[in-house]
């Protein structure tokens, strides 16, 4: 009789897309790194984004600190979670790539206008939800950025 395994631990596919394999990474990380990562994806997904954060960092109205993309990630996230919440419901797939599947498709059809480095930031923070809420929420709870700081620049920057 064969021993019981979990399949959430098993080698990947050879026919699974290595964009699961990252998904997989980056559901690893702390709450922080993957909100600075939708605050980064957001801009990096978006050429027009990149050009003017270019043009702001040129002169010196742009600080890509982390604390400055974990807020414009927190901003993100709240502006879409929401959105990803309507989708359509999966049945849990029990394996962590199936979930992870699941949760880009719930992604893709739920927020419109994302490349690939916001649908897999997104899809890590929705299979995390819980400890990227709590994030956000004690984020919420620091002063916010005084008006022509910085992080001000920023967040107008990523503004929806």
């Known amino acids: 009789m064969s021993e019981p395994y979990d399949s959430r631990f098993t080698l990947p596919s050879i026919d699974d897309a290595p964009s699961?394999?990252?998904?997989?990474?980056?559901?690893?990380?702390?709450a922080g790194r993957l909100l600075a990562g939708v605050g980064l994806a957001r801009l990096a997904?978006?050429?027009?984004l990149v050009a003017l954060a270019v043009d702001q960092a040129r002169h010196d109205a742009l600080d890509l600190?982390?604390?400055a993309l974990v807020e414009a990630g927190i901003?993100?996230?709240r502006a879409v979670r929401p959105l990803i919440e309507a989708g359509p419901e999966t049945t849990s797939a029990g394996s962590l790539r199936r979930e992870w599947e699941?949760?880009?498709?719930?992604?893709t059809a739920t927020v419109t206008g994302l490349g690939p480095a916001s649908v897999s930031c997104l899809a890590a923070c929705w299979l995390r939800r819980d400890d990227i809420?709590?994030?956000?929420q004690s984020a919420s709870t620091r002063r916010s950025p005084e008006q022509g700081s910085a992080e001000?620049?920023?967040?107008?920057?990523f503004a929806d």
Request: glycine content about 6%.
């Open 133 to 136: 809420d709590d994030a956000a």
């Open 75 to 77: 901003r993100r996230w």
């Open 102 to 107: 699941h949760a880009t498709a719930r992604v």
């Open 152 to 157: 001000d620049v920023l967040s107008r920057v």
């Open 20 to 30: 699961t394999e990252a998904g997989v990474i980056l559901m690893g990380l702390d």
């Open 65 to 67: 600190s982390t604390e």
């Open 45 to 48: 997904d978006e050429p027009a």
